[in-house]
């Protein structure tokens, strides 16, 4: 069995999931989230705690046994506690900046670069070169981060662009000089 697959996921006071089948429903402090499992995963609710279980030990069935149950794992976690990306951003003149619900960026192109915020994703400047991107479903929040930084990646020279925060840049040496 799956290491990951067999343990079971809590469930926090605050939460209520409900399973209708093959889909798995939580509501939490942060909003409503859904999920719809694989037909060869079964999923349980004993106490306070959710069971996943696979119906055969088929290659693929045990390879989605540790991803359903990490999926409905996220699914309980983000409902109630949410997640977050910050993205940081490097360069001379660039900034970014909210203009309503969407994010304005100036990143040295010739026009500003507007990225629009999906339903249950918040987009926050903290200040003009950091961004924090926060929802309560992981892979959406990951997601809309990735699309931000895809605006202008980190070049290799002098390290401009959107990174992550804590991401690590490696740098290349320029030209070298005549002898």
């Not at 026009?111 to 200040?127: D, F, K, L, S």
Request: charged residues 30%; aromatic residues 4%; hydrophobic residues 35%.
């Amino acid at each position: 069995m799956s290491r990951i697959g067999k343990l079971p996921v809590a469930i926090p006071e605050g939460v209520k999931v409900t399973i209708e089948g093959h889909k798995i429903t939580a509501v939490g402090p942060l909003g409503t989230e859904t999920l719809e499992l694989c037909p060869e995963i079964n999923v349980a609710q004993e106490e306070n705690s959710i069971v996943v279980t696979r119906i055969n030990d088929d290659r693929k069935v045990r390879a989605l046994h540790g991803l359903s149950r990490t999926l409905v794992n996220n699914l309980v976690n983000g409902v109630k506690t949410g997640f977050e990306k910050r993205l940081e951003i490097n360069g001379v003149g660039y900034r970014a900046a909210m203009q309503g619900k969407d994010l304005n960026l100036s990143l040295g192109y010739s026009h500003p670069v507007i990225v629009e915020a999906p339903a249950g994703i918040r987009i926050e400047v903290e200040a003009n070169t950091k961004i924090k991107v926060s929802g309560a479903n992981k892979q959406l929040v990951g997601d809309v981060a990735a699309e931000i930084r895809s605006k202008r990646p980190p070049e290799v020279y002098k390290g401009k662009g959107i990174k992550y925060e804590g991401e690590f840049i490696r740098r290349k040496a320029g030209k070298a000089g005549k002898k």
